[in-house]
């Protein structure tokens, strides 16, 4: 396993946050990520060098990129995400439940216990 910010919900929800703006549109920028999150601009700063320093995050002036490293972990993230959710709806657990659980418990679960997620799912 590669070692990242472990366990470091705040950095990977901002990394996974800047993924799925990057989907949906070409330039990403600090506001952005404040509206969606619903911060203030002062913790996206604070945030976004913290990134920067751990080099996941790399920017020009105002607009913000994840590096390749940086993708890869907000990648990774995510798909731990989209899985837990899987997995609980699966089980029965209502949407917006699966959801909100998945958003925790992808910064503290076992790759043992992901991966037997996902092995279920792909049975």
């Known amino acids: 396993m590669t070692t990242h910010v472990k366990n470091n919900q705040s950095g990977e929800d901002y990394l996974e946050c800047m993924l799925m703006l990057s989907r949906q549109q070409d330039i990403v920028h600090r506001i952005d990520l404040a509206k969606r999150m619903e911060v203030s601009q002062a913790a996206v700063n604070k945030a976004v060098k913290i990134l920067v320093e751990k080099g996941y995050v790399y920017e020009d002036g105002k607009h913000l990129y994840l590096t390749?490293?940086?993708?890869?972990?907000?990648?990774?993230?995510?798909?731990?995400?989209?899985?837990?959710?899987?997995?609980?709806?699966?089980?029965?657990?209502?949407?917006?439940?699966?959801e909100e659980d998945a958003c925790r418990m992808e910064h503290l679960i076992s790759e043992e216990t992901f991966s037997m997620m996902k092995n279920h799912l792909h049975k």
């Not at 490293?69 to 029965?92: F, P, T």
């Open 68 to 98: 390749e490293a940086g993708k890869h972990y907000a990648e990774n993230v995510y798909e731990k995400h989209c899985i837990i959710r899987d997995y609980l709806l699966s089980c029965g657990v209502s949407l917006a439940n699966a």
